[in-house]
């Protein structure tokens, strides 16, 4: 039980890794530059590893958003919510 609980920890801080990479170069250099290879290199890990997590580069590149829409989209929603109203 312990063992897969290790796993699941370590599997989504490599997928951390990955996305702080790719967020990191897409800010920078935008999408269209940022190579593969480019987020395997920035993350610190070998391509085939990055590829048991995402595909592509257009798989990172919707982890990305995804995770923009968690951290920065949704919060910002609920502030808006919760706001009192005015004029």
Avoid: N, W
Avoid at 9 to 27: E, H, P
Avoid at 46 to 52: D, L, N
Wanted: aromatic share 6%.
């Amino acid at each position: 039980m312990a063992r897969a609980a290790t796993e699941v920890s370590d599997r989504s801080r490599t997928q951390d890794r990955i996305l702080s990479a790719a967020m990191k170069l897409y800010t920078g250099r935008g999408y269209q530059v940022t190579s593969f290879v480019a987020i395997c290199q920035t993350a610190g890990l070998p391509e085939h590893i990055v590829r048991t997590h995402y595909r592509d580069e257009s798989q990172v590149f919707l982890g990305v958003l995804d995770r923009v829409r968690e951290y920065v989209v949704e919060p910002g929603i609920e502030k808006i919510a919760k706001a009192p109203e005015t004029a």
